[in-house]
């Protein structure tokens, strides 16, 4: 009995403690917020500056993300949203639900990216990632859909991945896509709900090639001290994913959710993006990308439909996929 | 109107459960509904339903036999083999999905004997594929639901049939095959509107975007295009095929008419010779089809055994105490719903299968919708993932329930009633003890369920509120692939375990 009313009495302690500082929410996709992505280090070190409580509310990936902004809508409690990337930022703008960042431009991307509403926190290359020991890889998709290899690649209409892979071929071969579709039909071992299952079968052998980013043979490297995993170099370029946040207009702690969204394109948070989320830092790091990093190639060509454009062609190259590959 | 509906209290159970499956799709579809179906949606639900039927033939075809060697066959091991045998159907749906393919897939030891004796390697890419997963996945539960028909016969009839010298033919007319009339139906719409609802299994075994299901559609109109009415317009098909199927299924269910037995063990006759050699090819066939992906799955998750995170421990007790309390929940609400129809409230019966159509995510956005505007949803994780855990479970444990009851009203009622016994002492004294075996089997399968279960919580999750299905799927989205087969080890084996000791009680506690 003691010991109850002494909890209750704890309970009611900390209940008080927490009502005293602000409750911040940030919205992000499952993999930031995990033990293993960036979300533990940057709430640490964001709590250590903003007197405040930081919480991660997560949706399963960008889109789910960005559903789960709709869902909510204009009386959501989320403050700023981590993780939706320039593929679904078209269609973030038009919901209304945004307020502009205020931030400055970044400047450690490839190409210039300046929107009033949403701000790069990374980037990487989509890739086929295939095991070292592949004889014969391919350098295009030409290449690749003449050749006898297996692919898995994921669906455009469950996984950010599978839509960045039809904006990719349709931003190389514009009117072609539906060609180059049917040359990779036999190609396609199977088409998968979401990165973690053709990126596990892969790994379990069950195709020769997987579409994933340039940055995934660094985590073999860096975390798992495997050098035999590489990506295919492209000549027609590589596309790009740019993963962006963004302040909702709702938000009941503005002026946090601006402190936040610079402290996400600080050093301090933009240097544990790397080996977290695997991907590129939004700014050129002052200590350099850390090693293992410089193994990988950088593309010649930059592939990113502007976000109006990648829009607009979604529904159309997301059908042209489906009609060349459903026969 | 009181005396159609019935009972009051498994009438409300009623309402709640159409309240959470029509009434969440309901609740998205308030948006703006859109019953416009494109070429595209067409297609899914033509592919939906072929998968759909095909698995449930299969399966129960592959049933039939499988339960009849294993009712009148007795061996060492055969009650763990029975419980092993069950576990497929527990696993969660990607590892099912590696499991069978570090089994038949490209590298996989089918392949390799294949190819070994000179023939073109197979690929398990395609409808054979996303069928031999269904069958892999529901077999199991449709052989135990049949498995229970046969021991519902009472001893009495088989020792009859023996004493009037009737060939296995001559049983199987006169025993088996009413007592298949009663359950198979039962197990066929189980296994359909099972498969009706399947979305990563069809789309990762089906080779591509020609193997979209209904569920698919649903989610790439909820998660990709934010279009809630339509994602309600398909949900309500859906609703619609499971009503159609429930109703079929109603129509040719009947009682056996076996009458009271003194519930003795059954002793079902084991004919020798070939029948017997024939029995057990068909026990070994398919241990060894239902048990070495089991074993792949064993196999890749030790070495991750090493490297669990440390957030394991919290999301394991977690996810426990959900699948306990839905477990729970989802068999009380069945068996009071089991005896009530059993009585002759008979509306309650496709109601009670409405759950089995309900797609997790419709069901969980309206929720969202509902609850959102009076608190942040995230606060009600837990309780909610309860909830749809335990109405997602209760067509399988209705239907397990639904025969028995029937026959302990026919055998039993008229006693029970003339005793004056009611209220709990008859639940005590008569349902429980007489029912304890399908009860036991079947809050052991609600539990193993909803441990396996991601659908709701991976749209409610904050942070604290972490189960251990989303650990792994947050696990295999950073790359650790040896760790989340390590953490999926740990969910399929708790998982068993909550199986194992609830259909323990059950054996134990059935009346003698």
């Given at each position: 009995m003691k010991t109850l009313s002494?909890?209750?009495?704890?309970?009611?302690?900390?209940?008080?403690?927490?009502?005293?500082?602000?409750?911040?929410?940030?919205?992000?996709?499952?993999?930031?917020?995990?033990?293993?992505?960036?979300?533990?280090?940057?709430?640490?070190?964001?709590?250590?500056?903003?007197?405040?409580?930081?919480?991660?509310?997560?949706?399963?990936?960008?889109?789910?993300?960005?559903?789960?902004?709709?869902?909510?809508?204009?009386?959501?409690?989320?403050?700023?949203?981590?993780?939706?990337?320039?593929?679904?930022?078209?269609?973030?703008?038009?919901?209304?639900?945004?307020?502009?960042?205020?931030?400055?431009?970044?400047?450690?991307?490839?190409?210039?990216?300046?929107?009033?509403?949403?701000?790069?926190?990374?980037?990487?290359?989509?890739?086929?990632?295939?095991?070292?020991?592949?004889?014969?890889?391919?350098?295009?998709?030409?290449?690749?859909?003449?050749?006898?290899?297996?692919?898995?690649?994921?669906?455009?209409?469950?996984?950010?991945?599978?839509?960045?892979?039809?904006?990719?071929?349709?931003?190389?071969?514009?009117?072609?896509?539906?060609?180059?579709?049917?040359?990779?039909?036999?190609?396609?071992?199977?088409?998968?709900?979401?990165?973690?299952?053709?990126?596990?079968?892969?790994?379990?052998?069950?195709?020769?090639?997987?579409?994933?980013?340039?940055?995934?043979?660094?985590?073999?490297?860096?975390?798992?001290?495997?050098?035999?995993?590489?990506?295919?170099?492209?000549?027609?370029?590589?596309?790009?994913?740019?993963?962006?946040?963004?302040?909702?207009?709702?938000?009941?702690?503005?002026?946090?959710?601006?402190?936040?969204?610079?402290?996400?394109?600080?050093?301090?948070?933009?240097?544990?993006?790397?080996?977290?989320?695997?991907?590129?830092?939004?700014?050129?790091?002052?200590?350099?990308?850390?090693?293992?990093?410089?193994?990988?190639?950088?593309?010649?060509?930059?592939?990113?439909?502007?976000?109006?454009?990648?829009?607009?062609?979604?529904?159309?190259?997301?059908?042209?996929?489906?009609?060349?590959?459903?026969? | 109107m009181a005396k159609r509906l019935g009972p009051i209290g498994p009438a409300l159970i009623g309402f709640a459960v159409v309240a959470l499956t029509l009434g969440s799709a309901m609740m998205t579809a308030v948006q703006k509904p859109d019953w416009a179906f494109g070429p595209a949606d067409v297609l899914a639900l033509r592919f939906t339903l072929l998968q759909a039927s095909l698995s449930a033939v299969i399966s129960c075809a592959l049933a039939v036999p499988l339960a009849r060697a294993l009712a009148r066959r007795h061996f060492l091991g055969r009650t763990l083999l029975i419980r092993l045998m069950a576990a497929p159907f527990l696993l969660p749906v990607v590892v099912a999905i590696l499991g069978l393919l570090a089994v038949f897939g490209r590298a996989g030891p089918v392949n390799q004997i294949i190819t070994a004796i000179g023939v073109q390697p197979m690929s398990i890419f395609g409808l054979h594929g996303v069928v031999l997963a269904h069958v892999f996945l529901n077999l199991p539960l449709a052989t135990r639901m049949l498995l229970q028909g046969w021991q519902s016969i009472p001893a009495e009839r088989f020792r009859l049939a023996v004493t009037l010298d009737m060939p296995p033919s001559a049983q199987f007319r006169h025993l088996e095959i009413p007592m298949l009339r009663s359950h198979l139906p039962g197990a066929l719409s189980i296994v359909f509107l099972l498969c009706l609802t399947s979305f990563a299994v069809a789309l990762t075994l089906g080779g591509g975007p020609g193997a979209s299901t209904l569920e698919l559609a649903i989610y790439q109109a909820l998660r990709f295009e934010f279009d809630l009415g339509h994602a309600a317009a398909l949900a309500l098909v859906q609703f619609a095929l499971c009503f159609?199927?429930?109703?079929?299924?109603?129509?040719?269910?009947?009682?056996?008419?076996?009458?009271?037995?003194?519930?003795?063990?059954?002793?079902?006759?084991?004919?020798?010779?070939?029948?017997?050699?024939?029995?057990?090819?068909?026990?070994?066939?398919?241990?060894?089809?239902?048990?070495?992906?089991?074993?792949?799955?064993?196999?890749?998750?030790?070495?991750?055994?090493?490297?669990?995170?440390?957030?394991?421990?919290?999301?394991?007790?977690?996810s426990v105490l959900i699948a306990v309390a839905s477990a729970l929940l989802a068999i009380s609400a069945a068996l009071s719903l089991a005896m009530t129809v059993a009585r002759g409230t008979r509306w309650l019966e496709p109601v009670a299968m409405l759950p089995l159509a309900a797609s997790g995510l419709v069901m969980g956005t309206g929720l969202f919708l509902a609850i959102h505007p009076i608190l942040p949803p995230e606060r009600l994780a837990l309780l909610v993932t309860l909830l749809v855990n335990a109405t997602m479970a209760l067509p399988f444990l209705f239907r397990l329930l639904l025969p028995e009851a029937r026959a302990l009203l026919a055998d039993y009622g008229r006693l029970s009633d003339s005793l004056g016994l009611s209220g709990a002492a008859r639940l005590r004294l008569v349902t429980i003890p007489r029912l304890a075996r399908p009860l036991g089997f079947g809050a052991g399968l609600a539990a193993a369920l909803s441990m396996g279960d991601l659908g709701v919580i991976a749209l409610f999750a904050g942070e604290r509120s972490v189960t251990l299905p989303l650990l792994v799927q947050r696990l295999m989205g950073a790359y650790r692939m040896e760790a989340a087969a390590g953490a999926a080890l740990v969910l399929v084996a708790a998982s068993f375990a909550l199986f194992w000791l609830f259909d323990r009680w059950g054996t134990r506690h059935a009346a003698a």
């Open positions: 002494l909890a209750a009495g704890l309970a009611c302690l900390a209940t008080v403690a927490q009502a005293e500082i602000p409750i911040f929410t940030v919205l992000t996709y499952d993999s930031f917020a995990s033990e293993w992505g960036p979300g533990p280090m940057i709430e640490k070190g964001f709590e250590a500056t903003c007197a405040c409580d930081l919480r991660f509310v997560t949706a399963g990936d960008g889109a789910a993300l960005l559903a789960r902004v709709q869902l909510e809508g204009a009386d959501g409690a989320g403050d700023v949203v981590v993780g939706l990337d320039t593929s679904l930022t078209s269609k973030a703008a038009a919901t209304g639900l945004f307020a502009p960042h205020g931030q400055p431009a970044v400047t450690g991307l490839p190409i210039a990216y300046d929107d009033p509403l949403f701000l790069p926190f990374d980037w990487g290359y989509f890739a086929f990632v295939h095991e070292k020991t592949l004889m014969a890889v391919p350098h295009s998709f030409e290449e690749l859909a003449a050749s006898d290899l297996k692919i898995i690649i994921q669906d455009p209409r469950s996984s950010t991945p599978g839509l960045g892979l039809v904006l990719w071929v349709k931003a190389a071969y514009g009117d072609r896509a539906t060609e180059i579709w049917a040359g990779l039909k036999d190609n396609i071992v199977t088409v998968t709900p979401g990165w973690s299952e053709a990126y596990g079968m892969f790994l379990e052998g069950e195709a020769d090639m997987v579409l994933s980013y340039t940055t995934s043979p660094a985590y073999h490297l860096i975390a798992e001290n495997d050098d035999s995993k590489a990506a295919a170099v492209f000549a027609e370029g590589h596309y790009m994913q740019v993963e962006v946040s963004a302040k909702l207009a709702a938000s009941h702690e503005p002026a946090l959710a601006d402190a936040f969204l610079a402290y996400l394109g600080s050093e301090a948070a933009q240097e544990v993006i790397p080996t977290t989320n695997w991907m590129y830092p939004a700014m050129t790091l002052a200590k350099g990308l850390p090693p293992g990093f410089d193994s990988l190639f950088a593309p010649e060509k930059s592939l990113l439909l502007a976000p109006e454009k990648a829009g607009d062609m979604r529904d159309i190259a997301v059908e042209e996929w489906q009609n060349a590959l459903a026969q | 159609v199927v429930a109703l079929v299924a109603l129509r040719f269910d009947e009682n056996p008419k076996f009458g009271a037995g003194l519930g003795r063990e059954p002793a079902i006759p084991a004919p020798g010779g070939l029948r017997k050699i024939l029995d057990g090819l068909m026990i070994f066939c398919a241990a060894a089809f239902l048990l070495t992906p089991l074993a792949a799955v064993i196999l890749r998750g030790l070495p991750g055994l090493g490297s669990l995170p440390p957030g394991l421990a919290e999301a394991l007790v977690r």
